[in-house]
């Protein structure tokens, strides 16, 4: 909502100060019924579009009962899994303190490597892992940091994982071990090993953690629609129509038009505004999460790591 109440500020400011200088000063109200017509005309488009979303929403949430135990089975293998891996008697059930359980995990794993290759003597091999050791302990400290804020929702924990490319981190995993499989002890064998299934864990909870908020922020970005879309489409269908009988003796619309047409246009915008702060949210959150842990996609700004 700050994004949407900005850019309707500057909507409001950039109308008015148009209108100071003449260059959107009301000549014809003719233009302006045109104008007030098709942003009525897009605002019930956009009506249109809250109601399809919500319909969307449903359609995923809505399911028989096989599929919800099919769902929760999944869900609750998962879990049980991770909560057996880490050694926990019973695995949290807030996002930010399972996703923090797992980087912690991670983190102790990282160091039980660091430990068995203290006595190695290969040099590009101690190079390597502590170039790794030391990022993806970097990682996960500021992570974890950025979990313990208190009443973090699933977008705070989405957002302490944003641009982080674990798909790098799986794959250096691997390459360190297929390079120098030789020289690795085996406890060093077994950490890489673990390491690479708690990052796939790590990945997928955020994967999941991820389609949890687009439903949500789906479901309530419809509701918004709705409430702020009618309203606006009251004031603009209302001002259209005052426009409409300006010519009559009891209107006094051409004196006050230039103080309310300000008002009323950034009234109108106000349903685009929220369309607009949604979808760049939601938009960042997917592009910057995009990649599964097997795959990587190019960044244009370079190559995205942890």
């Known amino acids: 909502m700050v994004v949407a109440s900005l850019l309707l500020l500057v909507i409001w400011v950039a109308y008015t100060a148009l209108a100071l200088v003449g260059f959107t000063a009301v000549q014809n109200l003719g233009v302006v019924s045109s104008a007030l017509s098709a942003l009525v005309s897009g605002n019930l488009t956009l009506i249109t579009v809250a109601v399809s979303i919500n319909q ?14 099919r769902t929760a089975e999944q869900i609750s293998e998962f879990r049980e899994r991770v909560r057996e891996a880490v050694g926990r008697e ?19 794993e990282v160091e039980q490597l660091e430990e068995a290759i203290a006595d190695v003597d290969d040099d590009d091999l101690r190079a390597d892992v502590d170039e790794f050791v030391t990022r993806l302990k970097a990682h996960t400290d500021r992570v974890v940091g950025l979990l313990r804020k208190p009443d973090i929702g699933v977008f705070g924990v989405l957002a302490a994982t944003l641009s982080t490319n674990y798909a790098h981190e799986l794959n250096e995993t691997r390459r360190i071990e297929a390079r120098y499989r030789d020289q690795l002890p085996n406890a060093a064998v077994d950490s890489l090993d673990t390491i690479a299934r708690r990052i796939k864990d ?13 439903q949500k922020e789906l479901s309530y970005f419809s509701r918004l629609l709705l409430y702020v879309g009618v309203p606006a489409e009251f004031i603009t269908v209302a001002m259209l129509i005052a426009v409409s009988n300006s010519g009559g003796p009891m209107s006094g619309l051409p004196t006050t038009l230039p103080v309310v047409a300000p008002v009323v246009i950034t009234v109108a ?12 949210r939601i938009a960042t959150v997917a592009y910057n999460t995009i990649s599964p842990t097997q795959f990587t996609t190019p960044d244009p700004g370079g190559t995205r790591r942890s």
């Open 269 to 280: 915008f106000a349903p685009l505004a929220v369309l607009f702060s949604f979808i760049v």
């Open 90 to 108: 019973v695995a949290p059930e807030t996002p930010a303190e399972f996703l923090s359980l797992l980087l912690r995990s991670t983190r102790a």
């Open 202 to 214: 790590i990945d997928i909870a955020r994967q999941y953690f991820k389609t949890m908020y687009m």
């Open 56 to 69: 969307l929403v449903l359609s995923r949430e809505l399911q028989g009962i096989g599929g919800l135990t």
